[in-house]
């Protein structure tokens, strides 16, 4: 008998560990991210959530929606698929253009980390050699496009002058196999070209052309207006989640061996993470924290899109680049 009421006394605290765990779940605000990419390497420290819980414990429920560049992601949260656009300057400022009501709140990665790569073979060493020549990007809606126009529109060319070809996220074969004679593409990009035989290659750094940040959260004006306590907590869980990968990157370079799509080497992973925690970090976080914007930096930057023709309206930089939400 007593064996009885110990395991029915077993059953009721178990079946209470349930309920206050399913009551714990649906105190979880649920926030999706619209990323520029699939659930890549790069961004380990939000993949690793299910082991980490930085976003539970601040009481959300994290989602990932994937992307074909900064343009879908903020395709995807416009219709309702996230709330919020893990996004470049380039595609935020070309919204803005449109009249989409936006608003920055926290600057992912500070330091530009596009390029333009080719053979040494190909005869391109600077950006006046790609004229004439067919050079891959992303996608059509990718950073990687908005920053081959500005590298272009800085020496005095355009898209005009040279042949735009989509050649997907990794997109070094073409490369190596003449399709294109040049490839736009990301700092983690050509360090992993390298190691799949990428070799004797010209590289363009677009960061010695206009050093703007490479990524950062774009949210809708009434979203910023009116989910500012949400926005914050998810600030907040982003910031501990990306000073974890900083502090930590031979666990997360382990850990997104099962969480990354591309993650099934763990030294690719760490080489990976190395890179991207150095584009974390910049004077401006060093001095103000991890998240901060440079606003001269930024109102340098869409002034340098009006001018090149990239976009056509004024942008008043501090109306539409917040960091009151930033921890």
Same mark, same amino acid.
């Given at each position: 008998?007593?064996?009885?009421?110990?395991?029915?006394?077993?059953?009721?605290?178990?079946?209470?560990?349930?309920?206050?765990?399913?009551?714990?779940?649906?105190?979880?605000?649920?926030?999706?991210?619209?990323?520029?990419?699939?659930?890549?390497?790069?961004?380990?420290?939000?993949?690793?959530?299910?082991?980490?819980?930085?976003?539970?414990?601040?009481?959300?429920?994290?989602?990932? %929606?994937?992307? *074909? @560049?900064?343009?879908?992601?903020?395709?995807? &949260?416009?219709?309702?698929? +996230?709330?919020? !656009?893990? #996004? =470049?300057?380039?595609?935020?400022?070309?919204?803005?253009?449109?009249?989409?009501?936006?608003?920055?709140?926290?600057?992912?990665?500070?330091?530009?980390?596009?390029?333009?790569?080719?053979?040494?073979?190909?005869?391109?060493?600077?950006?006046?050699?790609?004229?004439?020549?067919?050079?891959?990007?992303?996608?059509?809606?990718?950073?990687?496009?908005?920053?081959?126009?500005?590298?272009?529109?800085?020496?005095?060319?355009?898209?005009?002058?040279?042949? %735009?070809?989509? *050649? @997907?996220?990794?997109?070094?074969?073409?490369? &190596?196999?003449?399709?294109? +004679?040049?490839? !736009?593409? #990301? =700092?983690?990009?050509?360090?992993?070209?390298?190691?799949?035989?990428?070799?004797?290659?010209?590289?363009?750094?677009?960061?010695?052309?206009?050093?703007?940040?490479?990524?950062?959260?774009?949210?809708?004006?009434?979203?910023?207006?009116?989910?500012?306590?949400?926005?914050?907590?998810?600030?907040?869980?982003?910031?501990?989640?990306?000073?974890?990968?900083?502090?930590?990157?031979?666990?997360?370079?382990?850990?997104?061996?099962?969480?990354?799509?591309?993650?099934?080497?763990?030294?690719?992973?760490?080489?990976?993470?190395?890179?991207?925690?150095?584009?974390?970090?910049? !004077?401006? #976080?060093?001095?103000?924290?991890?998240?901060?914007?440079?606003?001269?930096?930024?109102?340098?930057?869409?002034?340098?899109?009006?001018?090149?023709?990239?976009?056509?309206?004024?942008?008043?930089?501090?109306?539409?680049?917040?960091?009151?939400?930033?921890?």
């Amino acid at each position: 008998m007593t064996g009885k009421i110990l395991r029915s006394a077993a059953a009721v605290a178990l079946a209470s560990l349930v309920s206050l765990g399913a009551a714990h779940a649906q105190n979880l605000d649920s926030f999706t991210v619209a990323g520029w990419s699939p659930a890549i390497s790069e961004i380990t420290n939000m993949l690793v959530e299910p082991d980490k819980g930085f976003f539970k414990a601040r009481g959300i429920d994290l989602g990932y %929606v994937p992307g *074909t @560049g900064g343009g879908a992601a903020i395709l995807n &949260m416009l219709t309702g698929k +996230a709330d919020i !656009a893990f #996004t =470049d300057p380039g595609s935020f400022f070309a919204a803005l253009d449109k009249g989409e009501k936006l608003v920055a709140i926290y600057n992912i990665y500070p330091q530009n980390v596009f390029n333009v790569v080719a053979l040494k073979s190909s005869g391109i060493a600077k950006p006046a050699d790609l004229k004439g020549r067919k050079v891959g990007v992303y996608s059509l809606s990718s950073g990687t496009r908005q920053n081959l126009q500005v590298l272009l529109h800085r020496i005095g060319l355009s898209e005009k002058d040279i042949a %735009v070809q989509v *050649t @997907g996220l990794l997109n070094f074969a073409p490369v &190596m196999q003449g399709q294109v +004679a040049a490839t !736009a593409a #990301t =700092d983690t990009g050509l360090y992993v070209g390298r190691l799949r035989g990428l070799k004797d290659v010209n590289v363009i750094e677009v960061k010695d052309y206009l050093n703007v940040p490479s990524d950062i959260f774009v949210v809708t004006a009434d979203a910023y207006a009116k989910r500012k306590p949400l926005l914050k907590r998810f600030l907040a869980a982003y910031r501990d989640s990306a000073q974890w990968m900083i502090d930590n990157p031979k666990e997360a370079a382990k850990l997104a061996v099962k969480r990354a799509i591309n993650g099934k080497d763990e030294k690719v992973n760490l080489g990976i993470i190395q890179l991207r925690n150095e584009s974390t970090v910049s !004077a401006t #976080t060093r001095a103000k924290g991890l998240g901060h914007f440079d606003m001269d930096l930024l109102a340098k930057a869409a002034e340098t899109y009006r001018g090149l023709g990239l976009i056509k309206a004024r942008i008043d930089v501090p109306a539409v680049v917040k960091s009151d939400l930033i921890p």
